[in-house]
C-alpha cells in the first residue's frame, strides 16, 4: 500500500470551508422545514408560515452559490433532493393538514399524498436531467413547478387568511383540489421561469436594488399582504411563461 506524503496529507487536511458553505444553506433549510412542522404542531401559524419561507430562501440560495464557487457535487445535489422532500414537500403539507385539511376526511388525506409524491418525482426528475446538455430555450427554464415555488404556492391558503382575514378561508375540500393541482404542475413538462437564467445590463441594476430595497421594506412592514402578492403574481405569470416559451421553441 502506497504511503501517503506529507504534501496528500497537508491537502486531505486542510478543506476551505467555502466547500462546505452550499451544503450548509441545504442544512439551514432542512432544519427551518422541521421547524415549521414543530410550530405547526403547536398551531403557531405566523412561525410555521415564516419558517416555511426561509426553507424556501436557503434552498434557491445553496445551489447558486455552490455554482458562484464551482463546487457543485453529487453529494449535494442528493442532500439537497432529500432537504427539499422534506422542508417543501412534507412540511407544508402537514402544516396545511394541520390547519385544514384534515377536516376533508379522506380527501383531504389523499391531497396531502398527492402532493408529497409529487414533490418527490418532480425533484428525481430533476437530479436525472442534471448531467443532461441545456438547450438555448430550456435553459432559462425549469421542466415543471420548482420545488420552493410548489411550497409557496402550498401556504397561500394560509397567508391570505393572515392577510386579509377569516373572509378568504377556502373550503377544506378547495384547498385539497388546490393541492393536487399543485402537484400535478410540479411533475408536468410545463416550463417556469428559472432565474438562474435572467440577464440584466448595467442600466438596470440600480432599478434592481430599489426593487429588492421595496420588497425588503414591504416584508418586514406587512409579510403576508406582501407573500399574498408575491404568490399571486407567480401563479398569475405562468401563462405568460408558457407562451413565450413555446414561442421561443418555435
Known amino acids: 500500500m502506497d504511503e501517503i506524503t506529507p504534501q ?13 458553505l452550499p451544503n450548509m444553506l441545504t442544512i439551514m433549510s432542512l432544519c427551518s422545514g422541521l421547524t415549521a412542522i414543530r ?17 424556501a430562501i436557503f434552498d434557491m440560495l445553496d ?24 422542508s417543501l414537500g412534507v412540511a407544508p403539507a402537514l402544516i396545511l393538514y394541520e390547519w385544514t385539511l384534515k377536516d376533508a376526511g379522506s380527501i383531504g388525506w389523499v391531497a396531502v399524498l398527492t402532493y408529497v ?5 418532480r425533484l428525481a426528475r430533476f437530479n436525472t436531467m442534471l448531467d443532461d446538455p441545456p438547450t438555448p430555450v430550456r435553459k432559462n427554464y425549469f421542466v415543471g413547478m420548482a420545488a420552493p415555488g410548489g411550497a409557496g404556492l402550498a401556504i397561500m391558503p394560509i397567508v391570505f387568511v393572515l392577510a386579509f382575514g ?9 384547498v385539497a383540489f388546490w393541492f393536487i393541482l399543485l402537484g400535478g404542475l410540479m411533475v408536468s413538462r410545463l416550463p417556469t421561469l428559472s432565474l438562474k437564467g435572467i440577464r440584466i ?7 434592481v436594488f ?27 405569470s405562468m401563462p405568460c411563461i408558457w407562451l413565450v416559451y413555446y414561442r421561443q421553441k418555435k
Open 201 to 207: 445590463t448595467h442600466n438596470l441594476i440600480v432599478p
Open 63 to 86: 445551489g447558486r452559490v455552490a455554482r458562484l464557487l464551482n463546487i457543485t457535487s453529487k453529494f449535494g445535489a442528493e442532500l439537497d433532493s432529500l432537504s427539499d422532500a422534506i
Open 166 to 174: 377569516d373572509t378568504f378561508r377556502l373550503p377544506p375540500a378547495t
Open 39 to 55: 410550530f405547526a404542531l403547536s398551531e403557531k401559524w405566523h412561525e410555521a408560515i415564516l419558517a416555511i419561507v426561509a426553507a
Open 117 to 121: 409524491v409529487c414533490m418527490a418525482l
Open 210 to 236: 430599489l426593487v429588492v430595497v421595496i420588497l425588503t421594506a414591504a416584508m418586514i412592514t406587512d409579510p403576508w399582504i406582501t407573500l399574498s402578492g408575491l404568490g399571486t403574481a407567480y401563479f398569475l
Open 8 to 20: 496528500q496529507r497537508r491537502v486531505i487536511k486542510d478543506f476551505p470551508l467555502t466547500r462546505l
